[in-house]
């Protein structure tokens, strides 16, 4: 499975298919933190927040990097779970090279300033571990719509970008606290709004979406899972 993941990992660079949503993401994290500073808390959770579609994007590329044949043939080889999962962790490890510079790029552009006295602006220490927590949540969230959108099991690009759009929207719209069902998507924008929050609510909320975004992302892979078994 780790060669598998590998193989995958290398077409998907080699090949060229990482500069669409690479160029995509760096324009996207200049726009975000060249704007001016803010505490890191509330930058990050919505570099995170914007980054989800691109998240998404990155993983449906790297599962539609293989031709069809190529993925029914390693699916026979090692079988259907292996096979499944070599994508997702090739995609995973694509992403996570995402979130890390969208967490290095505003300390380097000098987009994080320092707390204001008596604010109640939590330190940057805080704001940066709880903007890798929002980032991993949405890697997560992003990891399983690119799923749900990859040619595998959509068949058709019009399809897959179909899923690609509601995903996005449903995630930003849905998302939100008093949304009317936000259980439809994961809580990208919820983690943003709550990150922006002067004093921050308490670890517990954090915690709490954390939890909600897993619970989505595991009934996504789920549905993953079932839907490739139909169309395999």
């Given at each position: 499975m780790i060669s598998l993941t590998r193989m995958r990992l290398a077409g998907f660079l080699r090949g060229g298919r990482v500069l669409a949503p690479l160029i995509t993401g760096l324009v996207v994290l200049g726009i975000i933190h060249g704007g001016g500073q803010s505490p890191a808390a509330p930058a990050y959770g919505y570099s995170a927040a914007i980054l989800f579609p691109v998240l998404a994007w990155l993983t449906k590329v790297v599962l539609d990097t293989e031709p069809d044949t190529q993925r029914h043939l390693a699916r026979v080889t090692v079988g259907p779970a292996r096979?499944?999962?070599?994508?997702?962790?090739?995609?995973?490890?694509?992403?996570?090279?995402?979130?890390?510079?969208?967490?290095?790029a505003p300390l380097l552009l000098g987009a994080i300033r320092a707390p204001i006295p008596g604010s109640g602006e939590p330190s940057t220490a805080a704001g940066v571990a709880l903007g890798i927590l929002a980032h991993l949540g949405a890697l997560a969230a992003g990891v399983a719509?690119?799923?749900?959108?990859?040619?595998?099991?959509?068949?058709?690009?019009?399809?897959?970008?179909?899923?690609?759009?509601?995903?996005?929207?449903?995630?930003?719209?849905?998302?939100?606290?008093?949304?009317?069902?936000?259980?439809?998507?994961?809580?990208?924008?919820?983690?943003?709004?709550?990150l922006a929050r002067t004093p921050l609510p308490p670890a517990g909320?954090?915690?709490?979406?954390?939890?909600?975004?897993?619970?989505?992302?595991a009934v996504a892979a789920t549905a993953y899972a079932w839907l490739r078994r139909r169309r395999s």
């Open positions: 096979e499944a999962a070599a994508g997702a962790l090739a995609a995973t490890a694509a992403g996570l090279a995402f979130c890390a510079a969208a967490i290095v719509l690119g799923a749900l959108a990859s040619r595998a099991v959509t068949r058709t690009v019009r399809a897959g970008v179909t899923v690609l759009a509601v995903g996005t929207v449903l995630g930003v719209v849905l998302g939100l606290r008093g949304s009317i069902a936000p259980w439809l998507a994961p809580p990208v924008m919820a983690m943003a709004r709550e909320t954090f915690w709490l979406l954390s939890a909600e975004a897993l619970g989505w992302c």
